[in-house]
């Protein structure tokens, strides 16, 4: 139809969006009209939206267009139905805190102010807490969609694991141990199919800019092994913190970035002193 709909709103499914969508199979063609239907936080003017709604309103494009929309609409009552039996089977869970203590809602991921497809009809956040009784969400890069996955896959009981050693080696992010004649041939991680790991390696890949402990982890490994390596190695991260909060049942704090570098400062230092020794030399640190 030639209309430019999505160059001038962010997301065309969105409040804006749709209503101007709707009015157009209604029969409006007016674009000052269609225009001013814009919600009060959409960045564009009225004039310059209407400018971008000037097209060609052929009957098979319309025919199309509502289609699309009928469409669209019948899987998001699909989607709803889908966290109503989310929301059921996560009532059906036995909870972990002595009260009904909403999690947070100074972290992260608290609701936010404009919601997307993904997010659910419900409060995920507090029922995953309430099932859990630790707020996975604390962790960089966890957020409440990334925690179900994860709790669906794994449970909450961490017993059936003896360490997180084991978990992460389930989970398939622990480094592969190929040895022969006393000689590593490879550290591959094994190959495994699991939904669980999947979702850890997503949200690893999205620390590389995050100003955390966690995201200067990512950053350095990604530096040193490229980042398919890099990323394994902060989803076993995150998967070990996982299990310590599940199995102990003790938050997680963030420390941040400046914190992890001084950590690695010290353990590079020590090292280095370390092998001096070894040589017959003493290390000493110089003033600036």
């Known amino acids: 139809m030639n209309l430019l709909l999505h160059n001038v709103v962010s997301d065309i499914t969105g409040v804006t969006g749709m209503s101007i969508i709707k009015a157009i199979l209604a029969g409006e063609r ?76 100074d972290t992260k991921d608290s609701l936010p102010s404009k919601t ?34 994860i709790i669906s896959e794994i449970g909450v009981d961490m017993d059936r694991w003896k360490s997180e050693k084991h978990f992460a080696s389930w989970l398939g992010l622990s480094p592969g141990s190929k ?11 094994k190959p495994v199919v699991n939904r669980a790991a999947e979702a850890l390696r997503m949200a690893a890949s999205t620390l590389y800019r995050s100003q955390c402990a966690l995201g200067a982890y990512y950053r350095r490994m990604k530096a040193r092994l490229g980042a398919p390596k890099a990323i394994t190695a902060t989803a076993h991260k995150l998967a070990r913190l996982i299990y310590s909060m599940l199995k102990h049942g003790k938050e ?37």
Not at 120 to 145: C, H, M, Q, W
Not at 179 to 189: A, D, E, I, M, W
Not at 260 to 288: C, H, M, P, W
Request: net charge neutral.
């Open 30 to 105: 007016n674009t000052q009209v269609l225009a001013g239907m814009r919600d009060r936080r959409c960045k564009n003017s009225i004039e310059t939206i209407a400018k971008s709604l000037v097209g060609n309103y052929r009957p098979e494009h319309l025919f199309s267009l509502k289609q699309a929309v009928e469409t669209y609409e019948f899987y998001q009552t699909q989607i709803a139905k889908c966290d109503q039996e989310i929301e059921a089977l996560l009532a059906t869970f036995d909870s972990k805190v002595v009260e009904s203590t909403p999690a947070n809602p």
């Open 116 to 149: 997307n497809s993904s997010t659910p009809v419900f409060n995920l956040k507090d029922e995953l807490y309430r099932v859990a009784g630790v707020d996975l969400t604390n962790i960089d890069g966890i957020d409440s969609i990334t925690a179900l996955k």
């Open 179 to 189: 040895v022969t004649g006393g000689k590593s041939l490879s550290g591959k991680t």
């Open 252 to 288: 997680y704090t963030d420390l941040g970035q400046d914190y992890y570098e001084q950590q690695y400062k010290s353990r590079a230092v020590k090292n280095l002193k370390t092998r001096a020794r070894q040589l017959g030399f003493d290390l000493i640190e110089t003033t600036a």
